[in-house]
């Protein structure tokens, strides 16, 4: 009933942009906080960057501080993470994640309770 659906990877070069898109279906991302997640083969998963689903402050690792922009479309239950000048470390699977809360803040620790599928960006000359 409570789905997240990524979409927007796919492969480019070093320094160029992609934007990633997260649909919430069968709840609003209202009163959740939303996180961007990314894994590579043989790596914990890290933490990008996360939002308040009402609004309210961010946080951005420091790997991706400058770069990343996470954002919110209220009209399309949607979160963005708009992905600059991107790096071949960059280059992961990354997830959106929800977790329902009552307090206007965001984490990025894994402690989330709704994952999607994965999309996968790929950096690379």
């Known amino acids: 009933q409570l789905q997240l659906v990524e979409s927007g990877g796919g492969l480019v070069q070093p320094g160029g942009s992609l934007r990633l898109s997260c649909a919430a279906s069968g709840f609003t991302l209202d009163i959740h906080a939303i996180g961007w997640f990314r894994q590579t083969p043989g790596k914990e998963r890290e933490g990008v960057a996360c939002m308040y689903g009402s609004g309210g402050s961010t946080n951005y690792a420091d790997s991706v501080k400058g770069r990343f922009t996470i954002s919110r479309d209220n009209a399309k239950n949607t979160v963005y993470l708009q992905m600059n000048s991107l790096k071949p470390e960059d280059t992961a699977v990354y997830y959106c994640?929800?977790?329902?809360?009552?307090?206007?803040?965001?984490?990025?620790?894994?402690?989330?309770?709704?994952w999607g599928q994965g999309t996968q960006v790929t950096v690379s000359s």
């Open positions: 994640a929800a977790v329902r809360s009552l307090l206007r803040r965001c984490g990025l620790s894994p402690g989330y309770h709704y």
